[in-house]
């Protein structure tokens, strides 16, 4: 059993182009001492390609969460009790609708306010900010991309997020969208994020990467998997990370050396920052 001592969420996203990568928040699950609580965008507020294909996985989520046992894809279904269960409901993510492990509330709340604490995350994660309900005080650990952000910012790097990075992939020509980018028409530094306990982020991360790595549109010196070391506790990780540092290596945004690392990757010009 995964031992857990906090209530867990999990963000429900939608992916428009699996090529391009770039998820929407569609709605949240959390899950505390055996019970799920959930919401989703409604219909007429979400943008999909197809209305009717958001509805049914919005419709298999909720059953699926609301019986005794969480069905995974492949295998047998998991007691709601068992922490277990939050990897059996990503396991049911796919194509354009996917399932990330996004975090843990900083402390433990009472079952009765667990619609509170997924009204709390659904607003503040999902919502469109016109619509939000009066927020509820639920506090949070710090989002994966804030803390990138702000070791970034730390660093003294002067970065642009999702900026178009022209590239010829397999004979196409495309534009991918590194999560950060340094740099004035050319890329002088390439920094990707990757869940390293999610095999989906890891993937989607490295094949990025790899593009750019190999078309030699920044140097393997030049760039870097941003982690966390709180994810590096399982097998997907273990392969990962191979993976990761065969490509161009990583830093571990949670190690105190992590603002030098993103430093030394600069222009010798901006060392001084």
């Known amino acids: 059993m ?126 469109d900010p016109k619509k939000r309900s009066p927020e509820i005080g639920v506090p949070t650990r710090k989002a994966f991309a804030d803390s990138c952000s702000d070791v970034l910012r730390a660093a003294g790097l002067d970065f642009k997020t999702n900026e178009p990075v022209a590239c010829v992939w397999r004979g196409v020509s495309r534009h991918l969208h590194p999560d950060y980018y340094v740099g004035n028409g050319t890329p002088d530094v390439i920094l990707q994020r990757a869940k390293m306990s999610d095999e989906r982020s890891i993937n989607s991360a490295a094949l990025l990467v790899d593009a750019l790595l190999e078309h030699a549109v920044v140097q393997p010196s030049n760039c870097r998997f941003l982690i966390r070391g709180q994810d590096l506790d399982n097998d997907t990780a273990e392969e990962g990370m191979k993976l990761v540092e065969r490509l161009c290596g990583a830093i571990d945004i949670e190690d105190a050396s992590a603002v030098d690392q993103v430093r030394r990757l600069l222009p010798t010009a901006d060392l001084s920052l």
């Open 2 to 127: 995964i031992a857990t001592l906090a209530p867990r969420y999990v963000l429900a996203k939608y992916v428009p182009d699996l090529g391009r990568m770039e998820p929407r928040n569609i709605g949240v699950f959390v899950w505390w001492k055996g019970e799920f609580c959930l919401r989703f965008l409604e219909p007429d507020d979400v943008e999909v390609n197809d209305r009717d294909t958001y509805e049914r996985w919005t419709t298999y989520w909720t059953r699926n969460t609301s019986e005794e046992a969480i069905r995974p894809r492949r295998g047998k279904p998991v007691p709601k009790t068992d922490p277990a269960c939050i990897d059996a409901l990503i396991s049911t993510q796919k194509g354009n609708y996917i399932l990330v492990d996004s975090g843990e509330l900083m402390s433990p709340i009472r079952k009765k306010n667990l619609p509170e604490a997924t009204e709390y995350l659904f607003n503040e994660l999902v919502a």
